[in-house]
């Protein structure tokens, strides 16, 4: 369907496709617990921007350590806000730090939550 300046809208996009494309990085193989779930999903621009230049050298072992390390302590700053209602959509605030600005833990459809920054949302 197209909107008024003739652009097509996209109304469904599946995780699948996102992670394929791109969009999405699977980074359920982490473990990184978040309200009784995992952070299954990072964005691709926060993944080449932050996660990418943390593992660039190194053992895979170290890798793996060094971004989970990063994750939980970002994880461990999320903040609720009042309008969660524990379905997918809800948003948790991660305050800004000197290595990235705020980032958001958002529920998602596949079980888990999505990391990302608010302008990419």
């Known amino acids: ?16 496709q996102a992670v394929e494309d791109g969009v999405l990085v ?9 309200q009784g779930l995992w952070v299954n999903r990072m964005t691709g621009g926060l993944w080449a921007d932050v996660a990418e230049p943390l593992i660039s050298e190194g053992p895979d072992e170290l890798k793996v350590i ?17 309008h969660n209602t524990g379905e997918a959509g809800d948003i948790y605030t991660i305050p800004a730090s000197n290595d990235c600005g705020k980032l958001w833990l ?11 920054r608010p302008s990419e949302y």
């Open 1 to 16: 369907m197209e909107n008024e300046d003739g652009v097509e809208v996209v109304f469904s996009y599946s995780d699948r």
């Open 106 to 116: 958002v529920r998602n459809e596949v079980g888990g939550f999505t990391i990302l």
């Open 26 to 34: 699977n980074i359920s193989g982490l473990k990184i617990p978040f």
């Open 66 to 82: 060094v971004l989970q390390g990063f994750l939980n302590a970002k994880v461990a700053k999320a903040q609720d806000s009042i």
